[in-house]
């Protein structure tokens, strides 16, 4: 099996298997609990905390240990919006947003009288600062905006758009869900949401950072836990292995970024030359090191992942999040994409197991999918033609991509 889908989650190092095995095995305790046990877990959890703050250059105090990047999102934009709401109700967020972020930012618009204002992106899926400089008003409570883009692997310009911010007076989010651990972080936002398993983490343990005293109101109910934000007993484990993963990676991510980037070149020449019509939806000198978005045009995007599949290669069309879903991504379309392309695309993502070898090996069967699937489309057109039957065509003009 070719593993070339990092973004929708990454193997468990063994690193932070390690760390977490004495507290599946051993240390049992309920952190909330004051006898030795429970001592144990707490120290573990404290532990856990200061070396994360370390690494983000935050307080132990403002990391919120949550069950996941989602989880993570919600509680900045649910709790952040409530807690604050009498300093405004005007909220701005971008098209291209992970649905984690749109999604709860949508609800607060239908059901608790928040305006929403979404902003869009260029053919690259930049947002451009000047466009958000204009969305501001004195009701503008908070902004969110993602680090990079889990599908295409575009940076965003969170440095100036925090600034921006900053002098307004506005809260500041972003997701950095799809960053930490493939490049340093040097965005001072407000809020930022992390999850474990997207840096050979465990599944299951998200960060939510709140710098300074900012207060948030917490969108579950039942316990006093993480300083009465998120109610539940930790998963000590699964923090203790965040902890460790999130330490390997932060070290590692210049130089695996270095790495990576290569190969993800190598993938690309090595797609187009099979592929022609192959089209790149992403900038690489905008993007994370590791990600590829790819276009087939012509081809069916749900056979090509099925191909793909049955020739051992693991990828996606893009957010893992939205499985079974036969809509095309939003992101792409927000891009100006054409539809039956955006439908027609594949992302690729690398990690820390991807070797130029195993590229070479992915090239080599695309070769055989594509001429495979090519033929049946083009049969498919005939067939259409000999029956009077127009063959769709996309009425989006898409600005040449850059290579």
């Known amino acids: 099996m070719i593993y070339l889908d990092y973004n929708a989650t990454t193997p468990l190092s063994p690193e932070a298997l390690g760390a977490m095995r004495p507290y599946l095995e051993k240390f049992h305790g309920n952190a909330s609990s004051i006898h030795a046990a429970g001592r144990e877990a707490r120290a573990a959890i404290d532990d856990s905390r200061d070396r994360l703050a370390a690494l983000l250059a935050c307080r132990p105090h403002e990391i919120i240990f949550t069950g996941g990047g989602t989880e993570a999102n919600n509680l900045a934009l649910l709790g952040l919006a409530r807690a604050h709401?009498?300093?405004?109700?005007?909220?701005?967020?971008?098209a291209t947003e992970h649905h984690a972020v749109l999604h709860p930012l949508e609800h607060l618009q239908r059901r608790e009288g928040f305006r929403l204002t979404v902003l869009g992106v260029d053919p690259r899926g930049l947002l451009d600062p000047e466009d958000l400089r204009r969305a501001l008003t004195p009701e503008t409570l908070l902004v969110s905006v993602m680090t990079a883009n889990n599908e295409t692997g575009i940076r965003q310009p969170v440095a100036e758009i925090a600034a921006l911010c900053r002098a307004q007076g506005v809260l500041f989010h972003t997701d950095a869900i799809q960053t930490f651990g493939k490049e340093p972080l040097t965005c001072a936002a407000d809020a930022l949401s992390l999850a474990a398993h997207k840096f050979y983490g465990p599944k299951g343990a998200g960060v939510l950072v709140l710098r300074g005293a900012i207060s948030v109101e917490r969108i579950a109910y039942g316990g006093s836990h993480e300083s009465e934000r998120r109610p539940g007993t930790e998963n000590v484990a699964a923090i203790v292995g965040m902890a460790r993963a999130?330490?390997?990676?932060?070290?590692s991510a210049t130089d695996e970024a270095a790495r990576l980037a290569p190969l993800r070149e190598q993938l690309w020449e090595g797609i187009r030359a099979a592929f022609p019509g192959a089209v790149r939806n992403s900038d690489p000198a905008l993007s994370l090191a590791n990600t590829l978005n790819v276009s087939f045009p012509g081809l069916d995007g749900e056979s090509l992942l099925i191909n793909l599949d049955l020739a051992g290669i693991c990828a996606s069309s893009g957010s893992a999040c939205?499985?079974?879903?036969?809509?095309?991504?939003?992101?792409?379309?927000?891009?100006?994409?054409?539809r039956?392309?955006?439908q027609a695309t594949v992302r690729f993502s690398l990690g820390k197991n991807t070797t130029a070898a195993e590229i070479l090996e992915a090239v080599r069967r695309m070769g055989g999918i594509f001429s495979r699937l090519s033929r049946l489309a083009d049969a498919s057109v005939q067939a259409m033609e000999q029956?009077?039957?127009?063959?769709?065509?996309s009425n989006v003009q898409r600005p040449t991509p850059k290579d």
């Open 246 to 251: 999130a330490e390997i990676a932060a070290a």
């Open 387 to 393: 029956q009077g039957i127009q063959r769709p065509t």
């Open 322 to 338: 939205m499985v079974g879903s036969i809509q095309p991504s939003h992101v792409l379309l927000a891009m100006g994409v054409p």
């Open 340 to 342: 039956d392309v955006a």
């Open 85 to 94: 709401s009498a300093r405004g109700k005007h909220l701005i967020t971008c």
